[in-house]
């Protein structure tokens, strides 16, 4: 993707006023913005583009101005994000060229694109702010790009680990502005129509910021509408204060049990007594290990002996059965288990249906699924029995005593 230098960047800008017919001209984009988000430096720069490439403002059937954002290299995830960030911006040029410019009756027709980079937790937030200027009634849009520590792209049901977030979410909306002349009653289904949940949703430290686009479910002056929902909001029946579990046990119960699936659905193991097979254990090991915050050297996550042996112990309360490099990757030797730092390149999840809590015990029933929560192809495996104790001592807060496949 072409970038230009802040310098020239600017110049063009400041010739590039573009407005409606009708309409006065707008504020510059302003200076380029240079700024850095906790953990994940970036710059912005600004692109102008021209359709056809030699045309200059006054004789340009359509102009682009971008804000984009640059993230540095030396950021683990900054080649990645980097690639993301290009390839929205690819794709708005393909929706000018084959959308916008032939509906244009403005003149001069423009689309101009603000942006903020926002991190929340492991999350960050590119969000862009889309104004486009080519039809009687100008359009605003927010276009966000949700990527993990890994600059992978991720969406609203992995950030509420719920394979039916987006339906929750539509059913939440549609609850909260039922009544309300302001906005245009529509049920569940209607605003499905009208949700994104690859890019039109944030994260936040609570959950998800939701928008929805102009005109959709209320008149266009209303603008984008925001709707706040809380990780409480968008969680099954059985969590909450009163429910067999907390919404922070959720979470960790999320990662522990997916890993737990990883590691027994490839040859079918059960686990009764917390005795896992020597395959099984070593894939929990080794997807556990790079959680732990140890920087790798050499390729490797260097835990020590009794941490690691702990470690599982507290897991399934039995010993570690030994390693099976069929599984993972996994060495031990001078007083470490070096554990490959490498992500499996499929990953399962359990889908918890119901939940029950017996004093210490904690029973589920649900189903195990193929792929994240916001994967495209998922895909429905089996269904899973969990039987778990509560162990502070525990990473997750509980030992796994039971995972039956049904």
């Not at 302001?182 to 430290?205: C, M, S, V």
């Not at 266009?220 to 046990?249: H, W």
């Not at 554990?339 to 589920?364: H, Q, S, W």
Request: aromatic letters at 12%; proline letters at 4%; one cysteine or more.
């Amino acid at each position: 993707m072409k970038r230009i230098a802040a310098a020239l960047a600017l110049a063009l800008c400041l010739t590039v006023l573009c407005g409606c017919a009708g309409r006065g001209t707008p504020e510059t984009t302003g200076e380029p913005v240079s700024s850095a988000a906790p953990e994940a430096e970036y710059e912005m720069t600004h692109i102008v583009r021209y359709w056809p490439e030699d045309a200059d403002y006054d004789s340009c059937d359509y102009a682009c101005i971008a804000e984009i954002p640059m993230f540095s290299k030396a950021f683990t995830a900054g080649y990645a994000m980097n690639e993301a960030v290009d390839a929205y911006y690819e794709a708005l040029c393909g929706r000018i060229e084959s959308e916008y410019m032939p509906a244009s009756i403005a003149r001069p027709p423009y689309t101009e694109i603000a942006c903020e980079v926002e991190k929340t937790g492991d999350i960050t937030n590119v969000i862009f702010t889309e104004k486009h200027c080519y039809e009687a009634q100008p359009q605003t849009r927010k276009h966000v790009l949700m990527l993990d520590g890994r600059g992978n792209a991720i969406n609203l049901c992995d950030v509420f680990l719920n394979y039916r977030a987006e339906r929750m979410t539509a059913a939440a909306i549609a609850e909260e502005i039922s009544g309300d002349p302001r906005y245009y009653q529509l049920d569940t289904d209607g605003i499905l129509a009208f949700l994104d949940i690859n890019h039109g949703a944030k994260a936040t430290d609570t959950g998800c910021t939701v928008f929805i686009p102009e005109g959709k479910l209320a008149p266009y002056e209303e603008g984008v509408l925001e709707f706040d929902f809380t990780f409480d909001d968008i969680a099954p029946d059985f969590v909450g204060e009163n429910g067999a579990m907390t919404i922070e046990e959720y979470r960790d119960l999320t990662e522990f049990l997916g890993f737990v699936g990883d590691g027994v659905v490839v040859r079918g193991d059960f686990i009764e007594n917390g005795t896992l097979t020597e395959y099984a254990a070593s894939s929990f090991m080794g997807e556990l290990a790079q959680t732990l915050g140890i920087k790798p050297e050499a390729g490797r996550i260097n835990v020590p002996e009794e941490e690691f042996l702990s470690l599982y112990r507290e897991c399934f309360g039995a010993e570690f059965p030994g390693i099976d490099v069929d599984a993972h990757d996994i060495r031990r030797e001078d007083g470490f288990f070096k554990v490959r730092y490498v992500r499996k390149p499929y990953r399962y999840n359990v889908d918890m249906l119901e939940a029950f809590r017996e004093g210490g015990t904690l029973r589920i029933d649900g189903s195990l699924y193929f792929g994240d929560f916001g994967y495209a192809s998922t895909e429905f495996s089996c269904s899973v029995s969990i039987t778990l104790e509560r162990n502070s001592a525990s990473p997750y807060g509980f030992t796994l005593k039971e995972f039956v496949i049904h």
